[in-house]
């Protein structure tokens, strides 16, 4: 590890001592009180991966979060979004960085601010490197970087008889010079900024007006020569520069979201890391590709080739995607309206699994696995027969894949008709507000570990087919059976004298689906950190 690094990771020790944004249920009984006065909402202190592509803004949690400077979420106690360690950073918390960092190197190498501010942009903030650079050649660090130190600092200044490179004007006028003593007419420069700014978004590498001279316009020199609307969007560039240089920062993709997020995981292991992070506005993203929601277990890679095959061959697998199947016994149309797959025929009551139309009594047993994909016996010769056993095998895992979104989106109204029943749990019970927080929890649980499943099928996949895939798809398979039991259980009606029996069977199963889901999550990312990796892909993998 360089120094780099090892600085970096003391920079995170100070984070260490932040009380941390749990929302588990203890939790939630504990500060009961508190809870409430702030104007509690069971679906606001974290937003599920589900419904996380819109980018929904919490105001209360993005501030509270945003202050103790950390995102963090958790699921029936087991973390899920905290396998990573990062921090959420507001616009003020980056400028303050930038001021720590600024003087510091002024500090060390007795520079003004402004130079100081110039060499770390130049450097991508990369302090050691600078100053190392600096120590062996000062003049040519500071040269490369586009400084001239010496000369006065830049004010304007009105010269008699001065003629403009740039207009010609020989009016006496407003004028500036850079240190580099190239001057020019203070509407020449401010239209020359200007234009930087505005039409090429340019802030930090702006170079003096002089033919072939690379001094760069330090932001002070700025100030003096465009309006304040041009300052305010400089400054704003300048800023998100400071973000853009760092590859271990990133700036949150949800719409209008002025977030950053800045994780410590080494650049070069980001593909294998999948660290999902949670902004302070509840955006869920993956670090490492930036894509929307959690993808884990499956690696940024597999995911870009995933997406890709789906989108190329959509029109064969759009017909998965439909509500409505026939019942294999009697054929009458059968529509599904929730998240859950056991499916019972209204008509002839013939009990079905949704995905892959089996009879249900054989879901569960220990020979059933519904998520594996069986190869047919019959040895491929003709390559036709190849081709149809190929698509066969993308449908199988495709029809999972987009099942899961399927109920995930079919869920989306279980939250509605989940705080429905919470208030009628309160009416018909003695149970407190906070005491039917279990129903929240476990909708909540729901949609996150389904989006994990969702994802363990984009990786089986690509898996070559050996034992620790096995293993694998044996995990995939007992998570699948108690979400499924969970989910069948949120959909039956609430019964009033057996609510204290539903309040322990949703807490258990919530439970234990959250304790399968942190053990596949586990095991899985293990297998991608050993020496050699556990997973075989089934096509080359350039990480
Ligand atoms: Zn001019
Ligand atoms: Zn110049
Ligand atoms: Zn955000
Ligand atoms: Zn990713
Ligand atoms: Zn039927
Ligand atoms: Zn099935």
């Given at each position: 590890m360089s120094d780099a690094e090892l600085d970096y990771s003391s920079e995170y020790e100070d984070y260490q001592d932040d009380v941390e944004f749990d929302d588990d249920m203890a939790d939630l009984t504990s500060e009961a009180g508190s809870v409430s006065d702030s104007g509690f909402s069971p679906f606001g202190t974290s937003t599920p991966a589900s419904a996380s592509a819109g980018g929904q803004g919490i105001l209360s949690s993005a501030s509270s979060s945003a202050a103790k400077g950390k995102g963090r979420a958790s699921i029936g106690g087991e973390d899920l979004y905290g396998q990573v360690e990062y921090k959420v950073l507001s616009l003020k918390q980056l400028e303050e960085e930038q001021r720590r960092a600024i003087e510091y190197v002024e500090d060390m190498l007795k520079l003004k601010p402004e130079s100081a501010a110039t060499l770390l942009r130049y450097f991508n903030w990369k302090k050691e490197k600078l100053i190392e650079a600096y120590m062996e050649d000062a003049e040519v660090t500071l040269e490369k970087a586009g400084i001239r130190e010496g000369g006065a600092q830049p004010r304007l200044k009105r010269v008699r008889g001065f003629v403009c490179d740039v207009c010609y004007d020989n009016e006496t006028k407003e004028t500036l010079a850079l240190t580099c003593d190239h001057r020019f007419c203070k509407a020449c420069y401010c239209h020359y900024l200007t234009s930087k700014i505005i039409d090429e978004g340019e802030s930090r590498r702006i170079e003096c007006m002089g033919k072939d001279c690379h001094v760069i316009v330090d932001e002070k020199t700025v100030e003096l020569l465009v309006p304040p609307d041009i300052l305010d969007r400089y400054r704003l560039l300048l800023n998100r520069t400071y973000v853009d240089d760092n590859p271990r920062m990133r700036w949150c993709p949800a719409p209008n979201c002025e977030f950053a997020v800045s994780c410590a995981v080494a650049p070069r292991s980001l593909d294998v890391t999948i660290p999902t992070v949670q902004c302070a506005c509840g955006h869920i993203f993956c670090f490492g590709c930036q894509l929307d929601g959690d993808h884990r277990p499956c690696c940024c890679p597999i995911v870009k080739r995933w997406m890709k095959k789906c989108k190329d061959d959509s029109e064969t697998s759009n017909w998965i995607s439909a509500n409505t199947k026939e019942c294999t016994k009697c054929h009458s149309t059968i529509e599904k309206n929730g998240g859950c797959n056991h499916m019972t025929c209204k008509k002839c009551k013939w009990e079905f699994c949704?995905?892959?139309?089996?009879?249900?009594?054989?879901?569960?047993?220990?020979?059933?696995?519904?998520?594996r994909y069986e190869e047919k016996?019959?040895?491929?010769?003709d390559a036709q027969s190849k081709s149809r056993a190929a698509l066969e095998r993308y449908l199988h895992y495709y029809n999972r894949f987009s099942n899961h979104e399927q109920s995930i989106r079919l869920e989306a109204d279980l939250y509605v008709r989940t705080e429905k029943k919470m208030e009628e749990l309160q009416e018909q019970s003695t149970l407190s507000w906070i005491e039917v927080q279990f129903l929240a929890k476990a909708v909540e649980t729901l949609g996150k570990v389904r989006t994990v499943l969702k994802w363990t099928y984009a990786m089986a996949f690509y898996l070559e087919k050996n034992n620790f895939t096995q293993m694998f798809e044996d995990n995939q398979n007992d998570l699948e059976q108690a979400v499924e039991s969970l989910s069948e259980l949120l959909e039956r009606p609430l019964e009033e004298d057996k609510i204290a029996e539903l309040r322990q069977q949703t807490t258990d199963k919530t439970v234990y689906v959250a304790k399968r889901c942190k053990v596949l999550l586990d095991d899985t990312l293990r297998g991608y950190e050993e020496e050699p990796p556990r997973w075989i892909w089934q096509e080359p993998i350039k990480f």
């Open positions: 949704w995905v892959c139309m089996g009879p249900w009594s054989e879901h569960g047993t220990s020979w059933y696995n519904c998520s016996a019959d040895n491929y010769k």
